[in-house]
């Protein structure tokens, strides 16, 4: 009897170990800080934030991103407390060379917002030092 059980976890246990699951209820927006941007004619405050999450991934071709655009958010004194209000969004699709640069040639954190910013021609400040 010890014998059948033993061999019952194991095989459950092996099971288990070879599924891929993506959580797609996970809906946390992640950002880089991007060059100053109007994402509309309207704004009055200029965007500095991209943010972005994945919405769809079929872990073989393509992936397609949630994007939008975010001004600085200040309190009363003028300090950046974190990202405001949607100025702009949308979706964007990673495939091709893009999507097998990603985690193998590219770093896995950077490469979508590189890959989102050069779509819709948006750049990145420059972080050396002088």
């Known amino acids: 009897m010890k014998k059948t059980i033993c061999i019952l976890i194991l ?3 092996t099971s288990f170990a070879f599924g891929q699951t993506i959580d797609t209820t996970v809906k ?21 934030y991209l943010g972005a999450y ?8 393509s992936a397609t991103f949630y994007w939008c655009l975010m001004p ?5 004194n003028g300090n950046v407390t974190g990202a405001g209000p949607i100025t702009a969004q949308g979706n964007f699709t ?6 097998t640069k990603w985690c193998n040639q590219e770093p896995c954190s950077t490469w ?4 989102i910013a050069t779509a819709y021609g948006l750049s990145f400040p420059d972080t050396k030092k002088k």
């Open 11 to 13: 095989c459950l246990a």
């Open 28 to 48: 946390n927006i992640v950002a880089v800080k991007i060059n100053p941007v109007k994402a509309s004619f309207q704004d009055t405050a200029l965007s500095v």
């Open 54 to 61: 994945v919405v769809n991934d079929d872990l073989k071709s």
């Open 72 to 76: 600085a958010a200040k309190d009363a």
């Open 94 to 99: 990673m495939s091709g060379t893009d999507y």
């Open 112 to 115: 979508p917002f590189t890959c």
